[in-house]
Nanobody
Framework: QVQLVESGGGLVQAGGSLRLSCAAS????????MAWFRQAPGKERKFVAAINWSGGSTYYADSVKGRFTISRDNAKNTVYLQMNSLEPEDTAVYYC????????????????????WGQGTQVSVSS
């Protein structure tokens, strides 16, 4: 059974930083691209960042480019999201997700292209 468990969320002031972690188990982590999505209150879930199976390729939503960094440690079966220069607009529940396709060539941004999801971790940014 595949499990994704996020951690690292919390309350931070605008301009601050947080690092989210997502620990995976249940299948060969290093075969699959991973992504982070977020859902703000009253809004639909949106793509944030993705990383390919090897960690050699990343892709970001325009809203976080230059502030957030996605990375992975395949030896630890963990994907990270380093979030700097946080803004109140970044307040949301953050979810990690695992791609459906083994060693996908193209990084994907649509929810239905990801097969497994974590339970989410709350990030709140105060002004």
């Amino acid at each position: 059974q595949v499990q994704l468990v996020e951690s690292g969320g919390g309350l931070v002031q605008a301009g601050g930083s947080l690092r989210l972690s997502c620990a995976a188990s249940g299948r060969t982590f290093s075969y699959y691209a991973m992504a982070w999505f977020r859902q703000a209150p009253g809004k639909e879930r949106k793509f944030v960042a993705a990383i390919n199976w090897s960690g050699g390729s990343t892709y970001y939503a325009d809203s976080v480019k230059g502030r957030f960094t996605i990375s992975r440690d395949n030896a630890k079966n963990t994907v990270y999201l380093q979030m700097n220069s946080l803004e109140p607009e970044d307040t949301a529940v953050y979810y990690c997700a695992s791609d459906r396709k083994v060693q996908a060539i193209v990084l994907r941004t649509m929810e239905d292209e990801y097969e497994y999801w974590g339970q989410g971790t709350q990030v709140s940014v105060s002004s």
